[in-house]
């Protein structure tokens, strides 16, 4: 799958990150911040984890079907 989503690079789809998830915010300026310093990814607040950003995503040019919370690709 390699078509991109009509959405900016800020906005995550809804069912990886849903409106009601209590670190949302914090999550959204993480991805911000990595977004806007021109890195990969950022560290998960709320699990320590390495998360890719949607500009590190859309590079690769594909999808590789693992669910990323920021992947610019249509489902």
């Known amino acids: 799958m390699s078509n991109l989503d009509d959405r900016d690079l800020e906005t995550p ?4 990150l ?6 949302r915010q914090l999550i959204l300026e ?3 911040s990595a977004l806007a310093r021109n ?11 390495w998360v890719f950003s ?3 995503l859309t590079e690769r040019q594909v999808c590789c079907l693992s669910g ?3 992947c610019p690709y249509a489902d």
């Open 13 to 16: 789809r809804e069912s990886r």
């Open 18 to 23: 849903p409106l009601d998830h209590p670190l």
């Open 30 to 32: 993480a991805h911000s």
């Open 39 to 49: 890195e990969d990814g950022y560290v998960d607040p709320g699990t320590g984890w």
């Open 54 to 56: 949607a500009a590190y």
């Open 68 to 70: 990323c919370r920021h």
